[in-house]
């Protein structure tokens, strides 16, 4: 399943489902899209770890204590969750990337990270 046909995965293909249950996505739609008032650039799907967890919380954003007046629930290693391009690209150069599915993540990733990089810690890939 693609959607929306109209946003581009770093692969060239439509962007795919990164995941519904929880359901992320900057518009909660379960997609990786993007659009101007995305500041954040929710584009990078990934499927989170533990360590990735602790890392990102160490850094100020808690990903794993659930906020309801938000409809977060809380991630758990093995979830996977549209993450801001620039927390993924933080991970990664301090060793602690989730991995990348990258037919749900967004074209719009590659401004912030390198395609090799993304590509290197992809789940999806042959």
């Known amino acids: ?6 946003q581009q995965s770093v692969i ?3 962007l795919a489902l990164c995941s519904t ?9 379960g997609c990786c899209e993007t659009g101007p008032e995305d500041f ?3 584009t990078v799907c990934v499927e989170v770890t533990a360590e990735f967890l602790e890392f990102s919380r160490s850094q ?13 629930p809380g991630l758990n290693p ?14 990664f150069e301090a060793g602690v990337a989730p991995k990348v599915v990258m037919r749900s993540t967004h074209k719009q990733a590659l401004e ?6 993304l590509a290197a810690n992809a789940i999806d890939l042959s």
Do not use: V
């Open 112 to 117: 912030l990270c390198d395609f090799k990089d």
């Open 1 to 6: 399943m693609s959607w929306p046909k109209d």
């Open 60 to 72: 100020g954003n808690d990903l794993s204590t659930p906020i309801p007046a938000y409809g977060f």
């Open 78 to 91: 093995g979830d996977r969750w549209c993450l801001c391009a620039s927390r993924w690209q933080q991970a």
């Open 40 to 42: 954040g650039s929710h």
């Open 12 to 14: 060239d293909e439509p």
């Open 21 to 29: 249950d929880p359901m992320t996505g900057f518009t909660r739609s």
